[in-house]
């Protein structure tokens, strides 16, 4: 059963995510991040599918479990797609666009492969609850690597542009937060009820929230250090 | 064994991103100087803040009025704050350069509190002054 906060915690995200859209398509900078606007209108519609087959269908149905788990996966994928688009806004000045796509071809194809794996590996091809969490657990954490790659190459190749450096550190956090916060359901079952089922909802609220932030408050003009955002660590091997 | 790997993998990035998130919203306010004003009303001398006042900065900047752009950066801010805390107690013994490095830290986050307390005074200064014109 599903209480006031699921449904509050909806509705935000639904909000931030069509402010974001209606920001971008106002913006001057909306073929800029047209794949980020495809992929904001993509969780609307699908969170609007979840929704419809939720009360359809209620939370514990086998459907719901499907709809869910399913198009979950596919926007964690698709958001494979806005990571590229940042590949490519990192590396344009380097002429090296052609081996993004190249990169993003691959990626999604081993991406496909790597869940054919999954699925064959699990002995019954049914919807299990440790089968959805293993998947979920594996494309999140893909993405956890491919952000971090991608802030790697931000602080490396000392990119200023700080809407750019605000959405990738915000891809990293939700990333991440997932995959940790599946990781341990899967590690920890008995946790689900009670902590680790706020997760992804919590998750999924903030990235809108922080690109909502970022298109509103950062103009496209602004720029900052990222000496002064990474870890003293990383901002050493900046400058050697 | 493979999940454990990601989830202490995930932890450590997360934390990484987070950090890095909240001192990018931090840097854009280090830019600013603190007015003459702010100085005298907190009792700064200088430019420096001492991580300390944080606290007593948060309560005067919730009794200024809003300009409203600023309360999701100072909730961020002050997770942050709160964080660097417990990496100061835990790291105090064992490693003295992370404990030194969270306190500039939080001297940060209090510099970054005392430039949206003087946001808020010159923005409540301006209001007064508009409805002083408007009478």
Redesign the interface.
């Known amino acids: 059963m599903l209480g006031p906060l699921d449904y509050a915690l909806v509705v935000f995200g639904l909000v931030a995510e069509t402010y974001v859209v209606v920001c971008l398509c106002l913006s001057k900078s909306s073929l800029r991040y047209l794949s980020l606007s495809v992929y904001m209108l993509a969780v609307i519609g699908l969170t609007i599918a979840q929704d419809v087959a939720l009360l359809r269908f209620g939370v514990s149905s086998q459907v719901y479990g499907y709809v869910y788990y399913y198009t979950d996966a596919l926007l964690t994928i698709s958001l494979f797609f806005v990571i590229m688009s940042f590949y490519h806004q990192v590396f344009q000045q380097m002429g090296v666009g052609k081996y993004v796509r190249w990169a993003s071809v691959f990626l999604l194809s081993a991406t496909a492969l790597f869940s054919y794996l999954v699925v064959r590996r699990m002995p019954s091809h049914h919807l299990t609850n440790r089968f959805v969490v ?1 998947m979920s ?2 494309l ?2 893909v993405g ?1 690597v491919l ?2 790659l991608l ?1 790697g190459a931000v602080v490396k190749l000392r990119e200023t542009r ?1 809407r750019l ?2 959405l990738v ?2 891809l ?2 939700f990333f ?2 997932d ?2 916060g599946y ?2 359901r ?2 920890f079952p008995a946790l689900e009820p009670s902590f680790l089922k706020w997760v992804p909802p919590m998750a999924g609220l903030f990235l809108p ?2 690109w909502a ?1 970022t298109f509103t ?1 950062i103009s496209e003009d ?1 720029r ?2 990222t000496a ?5 660590r990383m901002a050493a091997h900046q400058h050697s | 064994m493979i999940a454990a790997l990601i989830c202490v993998i995930s932890v450590v990035l997360f934390l990484q991103f987070f950090i890095s998130y909240s001192r990018s919203i931090i840097a854009a306010y280090r830019m600013s100087e603190l007015s003459e004003q702010v100085r005298e009303v907190v009792g700064i001398e200088g430019q420096e803040v001492n991580s300390d006042q944080f606290g007593r900065l948060v309560q005067l900047v919730r009794l200024c009025p809003q300009k409203g752009d600023d309360r999701t950066d100072l909730k961020v801010v002050g997770v942050y704050y709160w964080m660097m805390g417990i990496l100061r107690s835990a790291a105090r013994q064992l490693a003295p350069r992370v404990t030194s490095w969270a306190e500039r830290e939080r001297a940060g986050c209090a510099y970054f509190v005392a430039v949206a307390l003087d946001r808020r005074i010159a923005y409540s200064r301006d209001l007064l002054a508009q409805q002083m014109s408007d009478r």
């Open positions: 293993e657990q594996n999140y954490f956890v952000t971090y802030w700080t450096i605000q550190l915000a990293g956090i991440s937060a995959a940790a990781a341990l899967n590690l929230l922080a932030y408050k602004a900052l250090e002064r955002v990474a870890l003293p």
